[in-house]
């Protein structure tokens, strides 16, 4: 039986699609005046390079601060376009700590699982930004514990995230703790490197790769309930 709950935050609880694809979309019309099927495209092409550069950091081939001094730049040159690079980060780190939206049903399945389980809050989203946003989403009150990568000194999916988490709750076992989350290679894979079950929120209907075997595959937050009762 569960008695402790790791949340991933973006997009498993926090919104984080929703806010990046407003914040870039904002950015990118500023500076050019796009809109429509070319916006679009823009923002497609700044998705698929930002998230290449979180799956090189996550697999610990380059150093974090290594997607923020380039995911701009290398968007600017794969779209052809000039642009203060720097001015997009700083501008996309703001609104990007602005972005308080929250995935469906999730205050109400946090609210409802804290009266009965441990509930902690493991990301490798950064540091200040996922304590502003569980703040004034007003998620972080059902968090007792929140484990940043930035903080911990190592980012899912490997082990070392896990073992201050462990240490610092002492009846934490890996057959009482339940690994959530929508990375298929961050959280899924991370949890499953941790001999933890883990529990996949796959809203995409993607495909798992043989080596990664999630415990439980939902698809929405509100699948979890079953699982957990």
Do not use: C
Not at 15 to 33: L, M, P, Q
Not at 75 to 80: D, I, N, P, S, W
Not at 97 to 112: I, P, S, Y
Not at 215 to 220: F, I, M, Q, S
């Amino acid at each position: 039986m569960y008695k402790y709950l790791i949340f991933d935050l973006d997009d498993t609880v926090l919104d984080f699609t929703g806010g990046e694809v407003a914040g870039i979309e904002k950015i990118f019309s500023d500076a050019w005046g796009l809109s429509g099927t070319a916006l679009d495209e823009a923002v497609a092409t700044y998705q698929k390079i930002n998230h290449e550069l979180w799956h090189q950091y996550e697999k610990d081939e380059i150093p974090r601060q290594q997607i923020f001094e380039t995911r701009f730049p290398k968007t600017l040159a794969a779209l052809g376009r000039t642009g203060d690079a720097d001015q997009m980060e700083k501008d996309y780190a703001y609104l990007r700590n602005h972005n308080f939206l929250v995935v469906d049903q999730a205050k109400e399945l946090l609210q409802e699982l804290s009266r009965k389980y441990t509930l902690i809050a493991g990301t490798n989203g950064q540091a200040d930004a996922q304590r502003l946003r569980l703040r004034e989403t007003g998620l972080g009150q059902y968090f007792t514990q929140i484990y940043t990568s930035e903080d911990v000194g190592y980012s899912k999916p490997d082990t070392g995230f896990y073992d201050p988490i462990f240490r610092n709750n002492p009846d934490m076992r890996s057959d009482n703790t339940l690994m959530i989350g929508d990375g298929l290679y961050s959280d899924i894979l991370g949890g499953q490197n941790y001999q933890l079950d883990t529990a996949w929120i796959n809203r995409r209907g993607l495909k798992a790769p043989a080596e990664i075997q999630p415990t439980y595959e939902v698809e929405k937050l509100a699948d979890l309930y079953p699982i957990l009762k």
